[in-house]
Each structure stands twice: as structure tokens, then as C-alpha cells.
């Protein structure tokens, strides 16, 4: 394994563990499913059922090169500080398109509870070594299945259209989605009713975790890099920080994005560093 410094656990998908840490299923292509337990600066992955034969979940690692961001020190600092970060991807690409979707125009906070509150209601339940039970996001047939009052039960009425046509277009087109490269799988899932370039490109990274491909004007990102480099005087205005961002990071893009992200999902979850 890396040497990993931490494991960002920014998705929704991500849930309390019983003992402490944050776990999460996953399901490889090939339909095994594996336990992830991570606190933060360690982790561990167990196979369940007969997964121990199949794929296994894939995490990339992201650390700040060496002389990036030396205009910015206070902010190469904070993310220099984090280390080695690894962030498994979301390998069920249905997960990473409905859990983009739910994301649309909404803080994060109200998107982790509405995906909370649709899985506890209508995800499939996996029981775990330890006794836990885990809830997976629902299948597409499952929101094909769904009626118009259980969408309002889970308070996602306002998405009822786009989840159902985002689940009948990738029933249709799933196989030739899985193995496109990610800049042609952005196009191609834009021609979903209403997912619009920020929810395909929200749901490509998540999968593919090239975070080079992430809005660079995005809230959160804006958000977060004012908190961690709080003396600087970033524009206010989406496009002029998203040019900015840009700029500031050239080929390292991608490395400085996630870790912003994940310098963000380190102060909200508190984990103790090393």
C-alpha cells in the first residue's frame, strides 16, 4: 500500500462507523462488493461475499508537487500539510450520475441528508462482519420502480424527473458508458434530460477522479480556499476564480483541486493527524 496520510471521505455515500472511523460499500464493474473503513490516517477494505476473487476498489493519490503554488504560501501550506491523500473512486458509475444529480444547485450539507434520507428509504441493505447494516444508493431500476409519493417521502420531488430519466438513459447506454474516456463521458451524459455540464462533470470525477475536470469556480472550492488562505484577496465572482484557479495551477490542476476538498473534509470530520 502507499503511504497514505489521509483518506478523504468527502462523498455522501460515506457513513459512520460503528467503533468510530467512516465506512463505505463498494461495488466493483464485475458486481463484488468490498467494505472500506477508514479513520481519516488509516484504512482497510474487506471483501464481502466472494468478492475476495474479483476487482478490488481503486483509490488514487494526490500530493502537492513541489513547487506548486509558490506564489500562493499560505495555501501550499495547508495543503503540503496534508500529506499523501488517497480517495477511492465511486466505481458504480449509476452511483456517481444520481449522486451528481442530487447534488444539483444544493449546499452540501442538504445534499448529504437528502442522500441519506433516499438511501435509509429505498437503497438495498448489505450486512456487515461486524452487525452494521449499510444501505446502497437505489439501483436505476429501483428509481424506475419508485412512485411519484415515495419521491416526495424522501424530499426529492423537485429531481423525481431527471433520476428517472437518468436511470432510463444509462439502462440504455451503460456498457458503451463504462468504457469511454472521461472527456467524451461528459459530453455523452449531457444528453440526459436536464443533467446539465456541472452535474456531468460533477459525476466524472467522482468516478474517474480526474479532478482537473472539476468547475473550477465551484462553491465549494471558492469556499474553501478563502478559509485556507484567508489573507488573499480571491475574486467573489465564479468566473473570474474560476479563470483564476486555473491559472494559479496549470498541470497541477487536478492534485490541487482534490486537495482542496479534502483539506475541507478534514476540518469538517476533525480527524487527528499524525
Not at 504560501?73 to 466505481?91: I, N
Amino acid at each position: 500500500m502507499d503511504d497514505i496520510d489521509f483518506v478523504i471521505s468527502e462523498h455522501a455515500a460515506w457513513s459512520p462507523a460503528i467503533g468510530g472511523g467512516r465506512l463505505r460499500v463498494f461495488q466493483v464493474p464485475d458486481g463484488a462488493r468490498w467494505l472500506v473503513h477508514t479513520t481519516g490516517n488509516t484504512w482497510s477494505r474487506h471483501a464481502l461475499g466472494s468478492a475476495a476473487a474479483a476487482a478490488e476498489p481503486v483509490y488514487d493519490t494526490f500530493r502537492l508537487p513541489d513547487g506548486a503554488l509558490e506564489q500562493m504560501p499560505e495555501l501550499a501550506s495547508a495543503l503540503t500539510g496534508l500529506g499523501t491523500v488517497a480517495r477511492f473512486r465511486t466505481s458504480n458509475l449509476w452511483e456517481a450520475i444520481g449522486s451528481a444529480i442530487i447534488r444539483q444547485a444544493m449546499r452540501a450539507v442538504h445534499t448529504h441528508n437528502l442522500y441519506l434520507h433516499f438511501r435509509q428509504r429505498y437503497g438495498e441493505p448489505i450486512d456487515l462482519p461486524d452487525g452494521d447494516r449499510y444501505l446502497q444508493f437505489p439501483t436505476p431500476q429501483a428509481i424506475l420502480a419508485l412512485t411519484t409519493e415515495q419521491f416526495h417521502a424522501a424530499g426529492l420531488a423537485f429531481k423525481q424527473g431527471v433520476l428517472r430519466d437518468a436511470a432510463t438513459v444509462y439502462l440504455r447506454h451503460e456498457p458503451r458508458w463504462q468504457q469511454q474516456p472521461p472527456y467524451t463521458l461528459v459530453d455523452l451524459l449531457q444528453q440526459i434530460p436536464r443533467v446539465g455540464k456541472w452535474t456531468a462533470l460533477a459525476a466524472v470525477c467522482d468516478w474517474s477522479n480526474d479532478w482537473a475536470l472539476f468547475p473550477p469556480g465551484d462553491l465549494a472550492i471558492r469556499t474553501w480556499v478563502r478559509r485556507a488562505a484567508p489573507s488573499y484577496p480571491w475574486p467573489t465572482d465564479e468566473r473570474r476564480f474560476g479563470s483564476l484557479w486555473r491559472a494559479l495551477n496549470g498541470p497541477h490542476l487536478s492534485q490541487a483541486t482534490l486537495l482542496t476538498l479534502a483539506w475541507a473534509n478534514r476540518q469538517t470530520t476533525q480527524e487527528p493527524k499524525r
